[in-house]
């Protein structure tokens, strides 16, 4: 019997392994790469020290990256491409590491070792970061590559409880036949939003050219909720005290004091998150205000850069309201990763490797449809040198 063969990858900024989590045992890792200790030593605690490289993504040499990929992951910072960012783009000191991975791959192919597939996945913000310019740049490098590409917008709540829409750039080496069935003339609703297709139309036509709405199966059907993944003894984080609770509750504006009324109401036990905002109110000054989802959805989980950007728990049972920071355990599952994975002790650590990451289910529902690719890319994927 003919042997299976994993179709092969690298992990670029990889931080704590989580794309390799999503790809799992059905892919082979050949090699990690992180500029970051902290999250090196995460990723090594989990995976091994074999495949990881802690070195900055712009000083990597050809003989440092072994084997030929069929896919190589970049996950590059967000810092300055989100909207809360500070607006220097790929030409800030953060986002610019994308141009670390341009070169890494252009090593690779005049090595005659290009990679049949490319992802590049970024916050959703990088669509409008710099007037649309910074994203046409990244469409430019591909395609000066020799790529074929496309681009989704993912929302992690499709398979986890959470809000987490994230921008993925998939792109295939240039041959690729346009008439198969995964790609398509017209984008999918499912994973296109607005902004998307507004960045794909002000594209210039020879990129728009070689673009493809790649056809992604539809995503599961999502039957698990925020209460479903709390502890009710959580590790690393302290219930507040009763006055520090009613804090939040005063804070709150008209509509948020509105749900929480009607989960008072409801009979059951809701769990929902709240974040610190700065707002203005109606006479223009600068309020503090508490911010509050009882859908059974968290917010999107980001990097702890302050107290604003901390999310909060809010457990409503009646008249009865306690509430708590999110544990870092709980974060790691809003992520879709298992208990068994890994965590830093320090609580900061842990929440910043979580909230810097990838949902593991989306990169599993992406690394499914992938695999396909890599399974027909004779001849389907044809090399372009």
Same mark, same amino acid.
């Given at each position: 019997?003919?042997? /299976? ?9 990889? #931080?704590? #392994? ?24 995460? @990723? ?57 991975? !341009?070169?890494?791959?252009?090593? +690779? ?11 590049? !996945? ?5 669509? *409008?970061?710099?007037? #649309? ?13 020799? @790529? ?49 297709? $507004? ?9 728009? $050219? ?6 992604? &199966? ?14 009710? %003894? &959580? ?25 929480? %009324? !009607? ?6 036990? /809701? ?6 905002? *700065? ?7 600068? /309020? ?58 320090? @609580?900061?650590?842990? @929440? ?5 990451? +990838?949902? /593991? ?25």
């Amino acid at each position: 019997m003919r042997a /299976v063969v994993k179709p092969t990858f690298y992990e670029f900024f990889s #931080g704590g #392994g989580m794309a390799r989590a999503g790809l799992g045992e059905q892919w082979q890792c050949l090699f990690a790469n992180d500029f970051d200790a902290k999250k090196v030593a995460a @990723y090594s605690a989990n995976w091994g020290t074999r495949e990881i490289l802690h070195k900055d993504v712009h000083e990597l040499e050809t003989k440092e990256m072994p084997g030929a990929p069929d896919l190589a992951w970049a996950s590059f910072p967000c810092q300055d491409l989100s909207l809360a960012g500070n607006g220097a783009g790929l030409a800030g000191a953060r986002s610019g590491a994308f141009w670390g991975f !341009e070169r890494a791959l252009r090593l +690779l192919k005049a090595d005659g070792r290009a990679p049949d597939l490319l992802v590049l !996945e970024n916050v959703a913000g990088m669509l *409008t970061s710099n007037r #649309g310019m910074d994203f046409a740049h990244v469409c430019r490098a591909i395609d000066l590559l020799g @790529y074929d590409f496309g681009a989704l917008v993912m929302d992690a709540v499709h398979f986890v409880p959470q809000s987490r829409p994230r921008l993925f750039i998939l792109a295939a080496r240039r041959g690729a036949r346009h008439d198969t069935p995964f790609s398509d003339r017209e984008p999918d609703p499912v994973w296109t939003s607005p902004a998307l297709r $507004a960045a794909h139309a002000d594209l210039p036509p020879d990129l728009r $050219a070689h673009w493809k709405w790649w056809r992604l &199966p539809a995503p599961p059907i999502r039957n698990i909720d925020l209460a479903a993944i709390v502890e009710d %003894e &959580p590790l690393g984080v302290k219930w507040h005290t009763r006055e520090e609770t009613q804090q939040f509750v005063s804070r709150m504006s008209p509509a948020n004091l509105r749900k929480l %009324e !009607e989960a008072k109401r409801s009979g059951r036990r /809701v769990v929902g998150t709240m974040y610190r905002r *700065t707002r203005f109110d109606e006479n223009g000054a600068k /309020v503090q205000r508490a911010e509050l989802r009882t859908d059974g959805v968290a917010g999107c989980l980001r990097t702890p850069g302050g107290g604003s950007s901390r999310q909060f728990l809010l457990f409503i049972d009646g008249e009865k309201l306690r509430s708590r920071l999110i544990s870092a355990r709980e974060a790691a599952r809003l992520m879709g990763l298992p208990d068994s994975y890994v965590l830093p002790a320090n @609580y900061n650590d842990a @929440y910043h490797l979580v909230g810097d990451g +990838l949902a /593991v289910p989306v990169v599993r529902h992406l690394g499914e449809f992938l695999s396909r690719l890599v399974h027909i890319k004779e001849p389907l994927l044809v090399a372009a040198e």
